[in-house]
């Protein structure tokens, strides 16, 4: 728990304003689903099923299970998402394409 008490102007300005953008993230995403919350994640730039699990406080299993009703919805407008596991990194990376990119 945050001692709100310790900080100075500048430092409870920055706290509120953190609140603030987490809780319009949370408005913003009412209302929509699972898996358009995951797109959403994946086109700003979130590029992991860790990351975006860690987002949404979900397990990485129910992110995949996303990316697969993601991927059916994708196909139709001729993309798809690629993925590759990076050991070093401990990370399942992910990227939106073309299929007429890869040849498809």
């Known amino acids: 728990m945050t001692d709100y008490t310790k900080m100075s102007k500048d430092e409870l300005m920055a706290a509120l304003e953190a609140q603030n953008a987490e809780l319009e993230a949370v408005k913003a995403s009412k209302g ?6 995951v797109y959403e994640l994946l086109t700003g730039g979130v590029n992991s ?3 975006i699990a860690e987002h949404l406080n979900i397990t990485d299993k129910n992110v995949s299970s996303n990316l697969t ?5 994708l196909e139709l407008k001729g993309q798809t ?6 050991k070093d990194l401990n990370k399942t990376k992910l990227a939106i394409v073309n299929l007429e990119d890869m040849n498809w």
């Open 69 to 73: 009703y993601l991927r059916q919805d």
């Open 32 to 37: 929509k689903g699972m898996k358009e919350r």
């Open 49 to 51: 099923i860790q990351d």
């Open 81 to 86: 998402i690629v993925s590759h596991k990076f």
